[in-house]
């Protein structure tokens, strides 16, 4: 079996000065790394480098540029206050960054507020058909295979007349389905939104993605999440999307938005 995420992410290796992980070309998206690995080989970075960090509670990551060869990573403390921790890493490839994520952490404290936002209805994952139709497994980007996808609800690219897309996914490799860098890894799984209502082969390219984590300690079941994200506009060579991932009992764990370049 190909490397998984556990096995990229014990690869880490270096010092203060930096770390690094080679990344496998089954984790390639063209010329660039998948945008969830870097995203989380960032996060790994952080807990590496930074001692006592609470739950991760969002982050901002720019994909600043395409990740061609082994990143080196590297991660700074801006401020420690008393529940919320904020830092900063970064990805470079020889003398360019090519990835930038600010991170907040954040104690847990007694709120007498709590909504929730439950999951839409479903089929279990295994009612539902492959995201990807064995005959289309040749054109899909090499990372997707390390994923086990299925479409509940939307349209696969270049296929539909609506922006959204909805699915079952989680890591095929059974070791890398628990922890936050493991979500955070699949978080970016889905094409986006708008590729369902484009006709043409053509290249998109995330630019920047926030996520928001709404759970101390991330769990699900067989290591399955509803995985959703809705275009809510377009204009320009740009859109814009709103991302959702539930677990298998309903709760909300991400919500996120992400800005993508489309070149169609």
């Known amino acids: ?24 070309d089954h984790w390639r998206q063209g010329r660039t790394c998948y945008g969830g690995m870097t995203a989380a080989l960032m996060y790994e970075a952080a807990l590496q480098q930074v001692e006592d960090l609470p739950p991760l509670r969002s982050a901002i990551v720019n ?5 061609t060869d082994t990143p080196v990573l590297t991660s700074e403390l801006l401020r420690r206050g008393r529940n919320v921790t904020n830092l900063s890493s970064r990805a470079d490839v020889g003398e360019q960054c090519v990835g930038r ?22 089929p279990l994952p295994e009612e539902c058909e492959l995201f990807t139709p064995e005959f289309t497994k040749p054109m899909v980007p090499a990372f997707f295979h390390n994923f086990d996808t299925r479409l509940i609800a939307g349209e696969r690219p270049m296929t ?9 996914s989680r890591h095929m490799d059974p070791a890398s389905r628990a922890g936050t860098g493991s979500l955070l890894c699949l978080a970016d799984v889905l094409p986006p939104a708008a590729l369902p209502l484009i006709r043409t082969m053509a290249p998109v390219s995330s630019m920047s993605w926030i996520v928001n984590i709404l759970s101390d300690k991330p769990e699900t079941e067989d290591g399955w999440w509803q995985v959703e994200s809705r275009l809510t506009a ?24 992400q800005s993508i370049a489309i070149f169609a």
């Not at 994909?63 to 990740?67: A, E, R, T």
């Not at 994520?101 to 479903?122: C, N, Q």
């Open 1 to 24: 079996m190909n490397e998984g995420w556990n096995d990229i992410r014990d690869a880490i290796q270096g010092d203060g000065d930096g770390l690094s992980a080679p990344i496998p």
């Open 160 to 168: 539909g007349t609506e922006g959204y897309i909805r699915t079952w």
């Open 234 to 257: 377009a204009g320009g060579g740009y859109s814009t999307q709103v991302m959702r991932i539930w677990n298998t009992a309903g709760e909300l764990v991400v919500e996120g938005m």
């Open 101 to 122: 994520a600010d991170f907040l952490f954040g104690a847990s404290r007694t709120s007498e507020v709590g909504v929730d936002f439950p999951a839409p209805d479903a």
């Open 63 to 67: 994909f600043v540029g395409p990740v």
